[in-house]
């Protein structure tokens, strides 16, 4: 099968690796799409030391089941799936049910440098982990399940509900994908801080407000945006500024959650936390039932999600649009590489 591996800190280069088999237990996916990761970009750049030269990464991935292991049923061989990520061990399965992502002993495909994953032609994962989508939505929208599940966990750890106010701080795909969620579960007044045109644009497209993060009245435009200030705030950024408007832009009372992973280390007002009683909150990766919501909920193929696409280029391709992307290419969405077109 062909790869995009990362040569070294910088290069992808293309690669022929053995095709893998299904165990027991699981199936075998032959991958049609996956998306570009900002995380999987910070490990191309060097930049967060979660990637390792000579990987195969990705992790937003759709495909159609291509072969089953031993014990497995119900699943049909071009069945359309995408892949929980998340990797729970059998013995941990039943102690970690609904919380997934705490499991100390989980492996994560696409991060953990010895598995070869997605940027591939074919992957195999346990049964358990592989998600069956809807036939009659557009195939590519399942490489948006995994950002989309990242989301969903967010959002219910901010504990946002329909009648609250939220601001999401950052409109890249995380953010772009936290809007989603937030109006899967309803909530309506929503307003997105974000530096690039082109990503406050995407976001309005969504409809939300889009605010220029760099006005010097960026904070009295969320209050107005949102009559108020928000009950809630998402950073999908995770720096300095963007911490600091989320605590600034929420109520006395209010919950800030931290999704973004921009910086290892930041310094925060911890007076705006004590005084005013506000709540920080971590957020990292699903549980089981997050990422299973999401790909119902993207079954539904709703029209918003398309806009969240924003090239979708061949395997040959690949590596030039990792090298953009590291140089700043202006891309608000998401690009998607296709392991079924080689060029």
């Known amino acids: 099968m062909k790869a995009l591996r990362m040569a070294d800190v910088g290069r992808m280069d293309i690669v022929d690796l053995p095709d893998p088999h299904p165990g027991p237990g699981e199936v075998l996916i032959r991958v049609i799409a996956t998306g570009i990761c900002g995380s999987d970009l910070h490990g191309f750049t060097g930049e967060n030391g979660r990637r390792v030269p000579g990987q195969v990464m990705g992790h937003e991935s759709v495909g159609t089941v291509a072969a089953v292991g031993d014990g497995v049923t119900g699943f049909r061989v071009g069945a359309p799936v995408t892949f929980n990520p998340v990797v729970v061990p059998e013995a941990d399965v039943e102690a970690y049910a609904g919380r997934e992502q705490l499991s100390p002993n989980k492996t994560v495909v696409g991060v953990a440098p010895d598995v070869v994953a997605s940027f591939a032609q074919f992957v195999a994962l346990p049964a358990r982990n592989v998600v069956l989508l809807e036939e009659t939505m557009p195939l590519e929208f399942g490489a948006l399940v995994e950002p989309l599940a990242v989301a969903v966990h967010a959002v219910r750890c901010a504990g946002a509900g329909s009648e609250d106010a939220v601001l999401v701080t950052g409109a890249g795909p995380i953010g ?98 004590s005084t005013g009683e506000r709540a920080l909150v971590g957020s990292f990766t699903y549980s089981a039932q997050d990422f299973a919501d999401a790909a119902a909920w993207i079954g539904t193929a709703p029209d918003q999600a398309r806009a969240l696409i924003s090239r979708q280029v061949p395997l040959s391709e690949g590596p030039q649009a990792f090298t953009d992307l590291a140089a700043g290419a202006d891309v608000p969405g998401k690009i998607l590489v296709r392991l079924d077109q080689e060029g």
Request: with cysteine; proline share 3%; aromatic share 2%.
């Open 176 to 273: 772009q994908s936290v809007v989603l969620a937030l109006q899967m579960h309803g909530v309506s007044r929503i307003a997105v801080t974000e530096v690039m045109a082109s990503r406050r644009e995407l976001v309005a497209q969504l409809g939300v407000a889009a605010i220029d993060a760099t006005r010097a009245d960026a904070g009295d435009a969320v209050a107005a945006a949102l009559g108020g200030p928000a009950d809630r705030a998402i950073d999908a950024v995770g720096i300095e500024p963007t911490l600091r408007s989320a605590l600034t832009a929420t109520r006395i009372g209010g919950t800030v959650c931290l999704v973004g992973m921009g910086a290892p280390q930041l310094a925060l007002d911890a007076f705006a936390i």
